[in-house]
């Protein structure tokens, strides 16, 4: 099993900057990839970005140029970076871990076996 815990949200104005992490803990071995994933009122959870053991980044279109996601694998922790955040950026957001391969989706939710409990983010306009 894998806990993931995620901090860091909050309420910022539109044009500001947030950063969410992610701490996970327990058989983080047998993770290879995390991502974020973010849920508004009403709509479906959405993919936001994910990253590979080794790097390899992948971001939804709607955040693409304005968030980035990073990893410390010595401190197992994934970190999302927003800026130029949007109002439409307000959602739950959710950190997701996985074991996955140079075939699955990483845009898919059900790719992870692992979720945090979400932590907040509003962007007022």
């Known amino acids: 099993q894998v806990q993931l815990v995620e901090s860091g949200g909050g309420l910022v104005q539109a044009g500001g900057s947030l950063r969410v992490s992610c701490a996970a803990s327990g058989r983080t071995s047998s993770a290879n990839a995390m991502g974020w994933f973010r849920q508004a009122p009403g709509k479906e959870r959405e993919f936001v970005a994910a990253i590979t053991w080794i790097g390899s980044t992948y971001y939804a279109d709607s955040v693409k140029g304005r968030f980035t996601i990073s990893r410390d694998n010595a401190l197992n922790t994934v970190y999302l970076q927003m800026n130029s955040l949007k109002p439409e950026d307000t959602a739950v957001y959710y950190c997701?871990?996985?074991?996955?391969?140079?075939?699955?989706?990483?845009?898919?939710?059900?790719?992870?076996?692992?979720w945090g409990q979400g932590t907040q983010v509003t962007v007022s306009s």
């Open positions: 997701a871990a996985g074991r996955l391969t140079t075939n699955s989706d990483y845009r898919n939710r059900y790719e992870y076996a692992y």
